[in-house]
Each structure stands twice: as C-alpha cells, then as structure tokens.
C-alpha cells in the first residue's frame, strides 16, 4: 500500500525542540520530492518546507527558516522535520506530502505538535 | 508571496444541487512545462487534504466525474455538479508554481 506515516509528535515547553518523520512506504521514496505542511487548529493549511529527490536543495518558509530543518534518508525511506526554538505559533498538525510535480498526490495522516508551558 | 483567494468561505447545498468555489492568484500559475501549477484539495472532517483536481482541471484518481476545474487567465472554478452528503468538508485551492506554495483561506462546504 502507498501510504506516508507521520510520527514524533508530542506536547514540548516554549524553547524545546522535537523531530519528525515521515516514514514513506508502497513506492520509490528517492523519486519524489517531499513537503511538509501544517495546519493550526481550527486553521487552514500552511506550507513549511521541501526537499528534492536526493537531500541536497532544501526550502523553507520564512516563519520557520532558521529554525527548522528538513532531511531524508532515502535508504530508510524516511522524511523528517527538525524542528528547533520551538514556539506557541508553531502548534499544528504536521503532513508530511509528496510533490508529484505541481500537485500533492499523497499526503500522511499528520502528527500532533502542541508547544506550550 | 503569491496570494490564492478563496470565495465563498462557506455555502451550504442541499443534496443533488449545484455547487461552485472560486479561488483567485495573485500571479500566473503557468509552469514552464504548460501546465498550471494549480489545485483543489478536500479536507473531509477529521481527515487529511486529499487531492480532488490538479493542473488546474486534471481530475485526481478515484474522484468522481462530478466534480470539476477550470479556469480563466488566473481565476480558477471548483464545480460540484450535484452535492452528495459525503462531499462535506473544507475545499482548498493551492498554488504550486513557487514556494512558498500557498493555499486559500478554505472553502467549508455543508448539507442543508
């Protein structure tokens, strides 16, 4: 089965950090690039960052560059989020999302990240 | 930033009527390779997006005929040719030609 699964979230104090991944399965995970994006409760939908097919371009948002760091591990199959300096802005759900050029053909179930003290 | 602007940001159908979500960019969302860069994405409740139309008028796998995208210079139409319950949810139109990739604000689609 094609599917992506988001793990690693969790409830952090202001300041802390937390790393997400994003384990890929059902497809050649190093032939895609991959994003993620997050939604706030009861918020709409915000993209946070992305990286190409081998790990070596990455972009950010500006309200997380500096302080986010996306990577893959193309052996594991695996996208993750390091995210530090963690703020109360920062708390939403995280999919992770694969980029099939221009669109987003699949997208995980998301991980909860609540920042607060 | 491009700014992808969404109307209306809800309406509620009864059951086997019509429906209709603009969304408008603030640029071309014509990619290089002919394509718009431009999507419709539905977030049923509790659940992830999930793609309803890419390229701006591509129907995604397994969604139904129903529904449908078009577009006009750099305004874009999401048609629901008749509502059924299970397309409740919020409706998102995206933009994919540069990062940041942006989203409008959603549109949140109820049955009467």
């Known amino acids: 089965e094609v599917q992506l699964v988001e793990s690693g979230g969790g409830l952090v104090q202001p300041g802390e950090s937390l790393r997400l991944s994003c384990a890929a399965s059902?497809?050649?995970?190093?032939?895609?690039?991959m994003h993620w994006v997050r939604q706030a409760p009861g918020e709409g939908l915000v993209w946070v960052s992305r990286i190409n097919k081998d790990g070596s371009t990455t972009t950010y948002a500006d309200s997380v560059r500096g302080r986010f760091t996306i990577s893959r591990d193309n052996a594991k199959n695996t996208l993750y989020l390091q995210m530090n300096s963690l703020r109360a802005e920062d708390t939403a759900v995280y999919y992770c999302?694969?980029?099939?050029?221009?669109?987003?053909?699949?997208w995980g179930q998301g991980t909860l990240v609540t920042v607060s003290s | 930033d491009i700014v992808m602007t969404q109307s209306p940001l809800s309406l509620a159908v009864t059951p086997g009527e019509p429906a209709s979500i603009s969304c408008r960019s603030t640029k071309s969302l014509l990619h290089s390779n002919g394509h718009k860069f431009f999507d419709w994405y539905l977030q049923k409740p509790g659940q992830s997006p999930q793609l309803l139309i890419y390229?701006?008028?591509n129907r995604a796998s397994g969604v139904p005929d129903r529904f449908s995208g078009s577009d006009s210079g750099t305004d874009f139409t999401l048609k629901i040719s008749r509502v059924e319950a299970e397309d409740v949810g919020v409706y998102y139109c995206m933009q994919a030609l540069e990062t940041p990739y942006t989203f409008g604000q959603g549109t949140k689609l109820e049955i009467k």
């Open positions: 059902g497809y050649i995970f190093s032939s895609y690039w």
């Open positions: 999302a694969r980029d099939v050029g221009g669109y987003y053909g699949l």
């Open positions: 390229w701006g008028s």
